[in-house]
């Protein structure tokens, strides 16, 4: 348990580098294009896709698996020794897996940061200018109702009808 716990977070980072050594040049998937499609189905120049950088789920778990299927069966040619098991297999593909998603998640909230930190100082100093303008209106306010019920109070009530006689009137009672 403790080797695949230790196999599952070397994964993790190494599904990482992987996709952002993918996001930066994707020439080994460029050729494998070239090879295996002909001109009119190959990939523009501008087209960044890699084997798992701007790839579905399933494709990138096809790729993942045939890497590590073809790197187990170079490691039991060359070492006699039975240590890539299906349970370290699994556990390198999932956590390679992970660590596609987890750098594409970096990735994108690097982006999102660095687009809006221009207007972040802005968006700032707007929210303080109307928080200034809110208190002075809040300032205004409470001295215009000081006033208000000043006024309110100085005028003389008038006789007004009872509620029984306000009721005679309408003919409710």
Same mark, same amino acid.
């Given at each position: 348990? @403790?080797l695949e716990l230790?196999?599952?977070?070397?994964?993790? &980072?190494?599904? #990482?580098? +992987?996709?952002?050594?993918?996001?930066? @040049?994707?020439?080994?998937?460029?050729?494998?294009?070239?090879? !295996?499609?002909?001109?009119?189905?190959?990939?523009?120049?501008?087209?960044?896709?890699? !084997?798992?950088?701007?790839?579905?789920? +399933?494709?990138?778990?096809?790729?993942?698996? !045939?890497? !590590?299927?073809?790197?187990?069966?170079?490691?039991?040619? +060359?070492?006699?020794? /039975?240590? #890539?098991?299906?349970?370290?297999?699994?556990?390198?593909?999932? @956590?390679? +897996?992970? @660590?596609?998603?987890?750098?594409?998640?970096?990735?994108k909230s690097g982006?999102?940061?660095?687009?809006?930190?221009?207007?972040?100082?802005?968006?700032?100093?707007?929210?303080?200018?109307?928080?200034?303008? &809110?208190?002075? /209106?809040?300032?205004?306010?409470?001295?215009?109702?000081?006033? /208000?019920?000043?006024?309110?109070?100085?005028?003389p009530e008038g006789?007004?009808?009872?509620?029984?006689?306000?009721?005679?009137?309408?003919?409710?009672?």
């Amino acid at each position: 348990m @403790g080797l695949e716990l230790i196999i599952f977070i070397a994964a993790i &980072f190494f599904g #990482a580098f +992987l996709y952002w050594r993918e996001s930066h @040049g994707n020439g080994l998937y460029r050729f494998f294009n070239k090879v !295996f499609n002909s001109k009119e189905l190959q990939m523009k120049p501008t087209d960044k896709k890699g !084997f798992v950088y701007k790839q579905t789920f +399933l494709v990138r778990l096809i790729f993942i698996g !045939f890497m !590590f299927l073809i790197g187990i069966v170079i490691v039991r040619f +060359l070492i006699p020794i /039975d240590i #890539a098991t299906i349970s370290i297999f699994a556990s390198m593909i999932v @956590g390679t +897996l992970a @660590g596609t998603y987890l750098a594409n998640f970096v990735f994108k909230s690097g982006e999102v940061i660095d687009e809006k930190s221009d207007s972040l100082e802005g968006m700032v100093h707007d929210t303080i200018e109307k928080g200034k303008d &809110f208190i002075e /209106d809040l300032k205004t306010k409470d001295t215009e109702e000081i006033e /208000d019920v000043e006024e309110i109070k100085e005028k003389p009530e008038g006789e007004q009808k009872s509620a029984r006689e306000r009721l005679k009137d309408k003919g409710l009672l």
